[in-house]
């Protein structure tokens, strides 16, 4: 596709629910990237996937939040037993490879109520 | 954690105006990146700046960086109401093995 798509662009769940929020990066990127944005603060990374591994997940705050990129391209971050605290801006970026320019999508907004 | 702390958390320029923009960062670096976000939504990449670079322009940007004191500047030049958005820096360590870590932004408002 043109850019990094993500779905849904806005989610309201309730507090304990399982939610799935999925990200469409550009096609051949190698790299993805999860971060959360709450409100008046940057982009605070989760989870980075280089092809099908994570890479690196040291940001995922707790066992809650799990993500997979099972063939290598999309990608779908899941979050257990939803929190009121998980309120926020999830966004995805992607690139060509690693410590190129990161793109990033338009972010799923999830509200936990 | 964040590590970029941009300075001042807001600005609120009339248009046709130069805007700057600071960050400062405590690690050593590989690169420092700046993008804008309009709406609380997804960001634009708008410049990267190595460590062994002092300067940069692209267009109407122009980054300084100072890794002595730590430190990035961005400068809008001419100002546009259209330029209204929040700035982020972005630091890269100098391992290159770690995630970008974002500051709090900058909130820009170009007034017409």
């Known amino acids: 596709g043109a850019g990094v798509s993500q779905t849904p662009s806005n989610k309201v769940t309730e507090k304990g629910k399982y939610v799935e929020l999925r990200c469409d990066p550009i096609s051949g990127h190698t790299a993805l990237y999860w971060y959360r944005q709450s409100l008046g603060q940057g982009p605070e990374f989760l989870i980075y996937f280089q092809g099908t591994g994570a890479a690196d997940d040291s940001g995922l705050p707790n066992d809650r939040f799990f993500a997979v990129r099972p063939e290598g391209s999309v990608s779908t971050l899941k979050i257990q037993r939803t929190e009121r605290g998980d309120s926020a801006v999830y966004l995805c970026a992607s690139s060509l490879y690693r410590n190129n320019e990161q793109f990033f999508g338009p972010g799923t907004r999830l509200t936990v109520l | 954690s964040q590590q970029g702390e941009e300075d001042p958390q807001a600005l609120s320029i009339q248009e046709g105006e130069n805007a700057t923009m600071n960050c400062s960062y405590k690690?050593?670096?590989?690169?420092l990146q700046w993008y804008r976000q309009n709406s609380g939504r997804g960001l634009v990449h708008l410049i990267l700046?190595?460590?062994?670079?002092r300067e940069k322009h692209s267009g109407r940007l122009r980054v300084t960086l100072d890794t002595s004191k730590k430190s990035s500047s961005l400068l809008i030049t001419a100002s546009r109401a259209a330029d209204t958005a929040s700035y982020f820096c972005?630091?890269?360590?100098?391992?290159?093995?770690?995630?970008?870590?974002f500051g709090k932004g900058t909130r820009l408002s170009v007034i017409a």
């Open positions: 972005a630091t890269e360590d100098y391992s290159g093995n770690t995630p970008l870590v």
């Open positions: 690690t050593s670096i590989n690169n």
């Open positions: 700046i190595r460590s062994n670079e």
